[in-house]
Protein backbone atom coordinates (compact mmCIF):
# COMPACT_ATOMS: atom_id res chain seq x y z
CA UNK A 1 0.00 0.00 0.00
CA UNK A 2 2.20 2.91 -1.32
CA UNK A 3 1.05 6.31 -1.72
CA UNK A 4 0.38 5.64 -5.11
CA UNK A 5 -1.83 3.12 -4.23
CA UNK A 6 -3.72 5.31 -1.58
CA UNK A 7 -4.20 8.35 -4.20
CA UNK A 8 -5.52 6.03 -6.40
CA UNK A 9 -8.23 4.39 -3.93
CA UNK A 10 -8.89 7.48 -2.99
CA UNK A 11 -10.21 8.37 -6.78
CA UNK A 12 -11.91 5.40 -7.04
CA UNK A 13 -14.09 6.33 -3.37
CA UNK A 14 -14.88 9.32 -4.98
CA UNK A 15 -16.26 7.75 -7.80
CA UNK A 16 -18.42 5.33 -5.79
CA UNK A 17 -19.37 7.29 -3.75
CA UNK A 18 -20.76 9.76 -6.22
CA UNK A 19 -22.62 6.60 -7.98
CA UNK A 20 -24.62 5.61 -4.58
CA UNK A 21 -25.65 9.78 -3.80
CA UNK A 22 -29.47 9.08 -4.20
CA UNK A 23 -29.37 5.61 -1.99
CA UNK A 24 -26.98 7.14 0.45
CA UNK A 25 -28.88 10.86 1.12
CA UNK A 26 -32.17 8.20 1.32
CA UNK A 27 -30.58 6.64 3.93
CA UNK A 28 -29.65 9.88 6.30
CA UNK A 29 -32.85 11.40 5.53
CA UNK A 30 -34.81 8.19 7.02
CA UNK A 31 -32.17 8.37 10.38
CA UNK A 32 -29.87 10.64 10.04
CA UNK A 33 -29.22 14.55 10.31
CA UNK A 34 -29.84 14.79 6.67
CA UNK A 35 -26.12 16.14 5.55
CA UNK A 36 -23.93 13.43 5.66
CA UNK A 37 -23.54 12.49 1.99
CA UNK A 38 -22.69 16.45 1.81
CA UNK A 39 -20.11 16.07 3.89
CA UNK A 40 -18.61 13.29 2.57
CA UNK A 41 -18.73 14.23 -1.15
CA UNK A 42 -17.35 17.44 0.25
CA UNK A 43 -14.28 15.31 2.01
CA UNK A 44 -14.00 13.16 -1.41
CA UNK A 45 -13.75 16.39 -3.34
CA UNK A 46 -11.19 18.35 -1.10
CA UNK A 47 -8.87 14.63 -1.18
CA UNK A 48 -8.86 14.61 -4.88
CA UNK A 49 -7.56 18.09 -5.43
CA UNK A 50 -4.84 16.98 -2.72
CA UNK A 51 -4.17 14.24 -4.41
CA UNK A 52 -1.32 15.94 -6.67
CA UNK A 53 0.48 17.49 -3.87
CA UNK A 54 0.67 14.08 -1.70
CA UNK A 55 2.26 12.22 -4.73
CA UNK A 56 5.88 11.95 -3.92
CA UNK A 57 5.55 11.92 -0.30
CA UNK A 58 5.77 8.69 1.99
CA UNK A 59 2.55 7.39 3.17
CA UNK A 60 2.91 8.05 6.54
CA UNK A 61 2.95 11.15 6.10
CA UNK A 62 0.07 11.34 2.82
CA UNK A 63 -1.70 9.55 5.17
CA UNK A 64 -1.78 12.36 8.01
CA UNK A 65 -2.15 15.42 5.58
CA UNK A 66 -5.15 13.66 4.58
CA UNK A 67 -6.12 13.47 7.63
CA UNK A 68 -5.98 16.85 8.97
CA UNK A 69 -7.51 18.20 5.67
CA UNK A 70 -10.59 16.45 6.70
CA UNK A 71 -10.32 17.31 9.94
CA UNK A 72 -10.87 20.85 8.37
CA UNK A 73 -13.34 20.04 5.29
CA UNK A 74 -16.24 17.62 7.24
CA UNK A 75 -18.77 18.68 9.28
CA UNK A 76 -20.42 17.27 12.04
CA UNK A 77 -19.46 14.64 13.86
CA UNK A 78 -18.04 12.63 11.37
CA UNK A 79 -15.20 15.04 10.59
CA UNK A 80 -13.14 14.15 13.86
CA UNK A 81 -13.78 10.58 13.56
CA UNK A 82 -13.22 10.04 9.91
CA UNK A 83 -9.77 12.35 10.26
CA UNK A 84 -9.02 10.59 13.58
CA UNK A 85 -8.91 6.92 11.35
CA UNK A 86 -6.16 8.90 8.55
CA UNK A 87 -4.49 9.90 11.46
CA UNK A 88 -3.81 6.64 13.38
CA UNK A 89 -3.19 4.75 9.93
CA UNK A 90 -0.25 7.90 9.14
CA UNK A 91 1.05 7.14 12.61
CA UNK A 92 1.17 3.35 12.19
CA UNK A 93 3.34 3.70 8.81
CA UNK A 94 6.02 5.91 10.01
CA UNK A 95 9.15 4.88 9.12
CA UNK A 96 8.01 2.99 6.32
CA UNK A 97 7.87 3.15 2.27
CA UNK A 98 5.81 -0.14 1.21
CA UNK A 99 3.83 -1.12 3.80
CA UNK A 100 3.20 -4.53 2.98
CA UNK A 101 0.41 -6.77 4.15
CA UNK A 102 0.50 -7.32 7.56
CA UNK A 103 1.57 -3.61 8.04
CA UNK A 104 -1.18 -1.85 6.49
CA UNK A 105 -3.82 -4.29 7.96
CA UNK A 106 -2.33 -3.31 11.73
CA UNK A 107 -2.38 0.16 10.29
CA UNK A 108 -6.13 -0.04 9.37
CA UNK A 109 -6.53 -1.56 12.86
CA UNK A 110 -5.05 1.26 14.66
CA UNK A 111 -7.37 3.43 12.65
CA UNK A 112 -10.73 1.79 13.57
CA UNK A 113 -9.61 1.57 16.72
CA UNK A 114 -9.38 5.56 17.07
CA UNK A 115 -12.62 6.22 15.60
CA UNK A 116 -14.04 3.66 18.52
CA UNK A 117 -11.98 5.25 20.98
CA UNK A 118 -13.06 9.05 19.75
CA UNK A 119 -16.31 8.10 18.93
CA UNK A 120 -17.31 5.53 22.69
CA UNK A 121 -18.76 3.24 20.40
CA UNK A 122 -18.79 -0.69 19.84
CA UNK A 123 -20.08 -3.07 17.38
CA UNK A 124 -23.93 -3.12 17.82
CA UNK A 125 -24.92 0.47 17.84
CA UNK A 126 -25.61 1.25 14.26
CA UNK A 127 -23.23 3.77 13.36
CA UNK A 128 -20.11 3.31 10.77
CA UNK A 129 -17.92 0.75 13.38
CA UNK A 130 -21.05 -1.91 12.51
CA UNK A 131 -18.80 -2.78 9.01
CA UNK A 132 -15.44 -1.17 9.96
CA UNK A 133 -14.93 -3.46 13.02
CA UNK A 134 -15.39 -6.92 11.55
CA UNK A 135 -13.54 -5.61 8.27
CA UNK A 136 -10.43 -5.12 9.95
CA UNK A 137 -11.05 -8.42 12.16
CA UNK A 138 -11.31 -9.91 8.88
CA UNK A 139 -8.33 -8.33 7.35
CA UNK A 140 -5.99 -9.12 10.08
CA UNK A 141 -6.94 -13.01 10.27
CA UNK A 142 -6.71 -13.46 6.33
CA UNK A 143 -3.61 -11.84 6.28
CA UNK A 144 -2.03 -13.70 9.35
CA UNK A 145 -3.80 -16.88 7.05
CA UNK A 146 -1.78 -15.88 3.69
CA UNK A 147 -4.80 -15.16 2.32
CA UNK A 148 -4.86 -14.70 -1.53
CA UNK A 149 -5.36 -11.01 -2.74
CA UNK A 150 -8.50 -11.81 -4.94
CA UNK A 151 -9.95 -14.10 -1.88
CA UNK A 152 -9.00 -11.45 0.75
CA UNK A 153 -10.70 -8.27 -1.23
CA UNK A 154 -13.77 -10.70 -2.33
CA UNK A 155 -14.73 -11.56 1.43
CA UNK A 156 -13.90 -7.91 2.76
CA UNK A 157 -16.38 -6.67 0.66
CA UNK A 158 -18.73 -9.66 1.34
CA UNK A 159 -18.34 -9.10 5.38
CA UNK A 160 -19.16 -5.01 4.37
CA UNK A 161 -22.05 -6.10 2.99
CA UNK A 162 -23.55 -8.24 5.32
CA UNK A 163 -23.11 -6.09 8.32
CA UNK A 164 -24.30 -3.34 6.37
CA UNK A 165 -27.39 -5.07 5.74
CA UNK A 166 -27.57 -6.15 9.35
CA UNK A 167 -27.42 -2.57 10.62
CA UNK A 168 -31.32 -2.53 9.82
CA UNK A 169 -31.90 -4.86 12.83
CA UNK A 170 -30.46 -2.86 15.20
CA UNK A 171 -31.70 0.03 17.67
CA UNK A 172 -29.28 2.98 17.44
CA UNK A 173 -27.58 3.82 20.71
CA UNK A 174 -25.21 6.25 19.15
CA UNK A 175 -25.44 9.57 16.72
CA UNK A 176 -29.15 11.45 15.70
CA UNK A 177 -30.81 7.75 15.00
CA UNK A 178 -30.45 7.27 18.72
CA UNK A 179 -33.18 9.66 19.70
CA UNK A 180 -35.48 7.68 16.88
CA UNK A 181 -35.65 4.63 19.15
CA UNK A 182 -37.07 1.81 17.32
CA UNK A 183 -38.52 3.80 14.40
CA UNK A 184 -34.98 3.34 13.18
CA UNK A 185 -35.36 -0.11 13.06
CA UNK A 186 -35.51 -1.02 9.68
CA UNK A 187 -33.27 1.28 8.26
CA UNK A 188 -29.50 0.87 6.85
CA UNK A 189 -27.27 2.99 8.82
CA UNK A 190 -26.33 5.94 6.47
CA UNK A 191 -22.50 5.78 7.59
CA UNK A 192 -22.48 1.75 7.28
CA UNK A 193 -23.45 2.06 3.74
CA UNK A 194 -20.96 4.59 2.82
CA UNK A 195 -18.27 2.50 4.51
CA UNK A 196 -19.64 -0.71 2.49
CA UNK A 197 -18.82 1.51 -0.78
CA UNK A 198 -15.47 2.33 0.13
CA UNK A 199 -14.43 -0.75 0.91
CA UNK A 200 -15.84 -1.60 -2.11
CA UNK A 201 -13.94 0.64 -3.80
CA UNK A 202 -10.66 0.24 -2.47
CA UNK A 203 -10.70 -3.66 -3.09
CA UNK A 204 -12.02 -3.05 -6.60
CA UNK A 205 -8.96 -0.56 -6.98
CA UNK A 206 -6.13 -2.69 -4.88
CA UNK A 207 -6.99 -5.68 -7.41
CA UNK A 208 -6.59 -3.61 -10.46
CA UNK A 209 -3.31 -2.27 -9.06
CA UNK A 210 -1.55 -4.58 -7.52
CA UNK A 211 -0.30 -7.84 -9.11
CA UNK A 212 -1.17 -10.73 -7.54
Do not use: W
Not at 10 to 37: P, T
Amino acid sequence: MNTALILASIAAVQHDILSHESEIESLDRAIGDGDHFINVRRGCEVLVALSPSLQDAPPSIALQKIGLKLLGTIGGASGPLISSFFLAMGKSFEGIDEPDRRQFATAFAAGVEAIKSRGKADVGEKTMLDVLIPASRLLSRMTDEGAGLPELCAQMHEEAQRNMLATKDMIATKGRAYFLGERALGHIDPGCKTCEVAIGAVCKTVLQEVTV
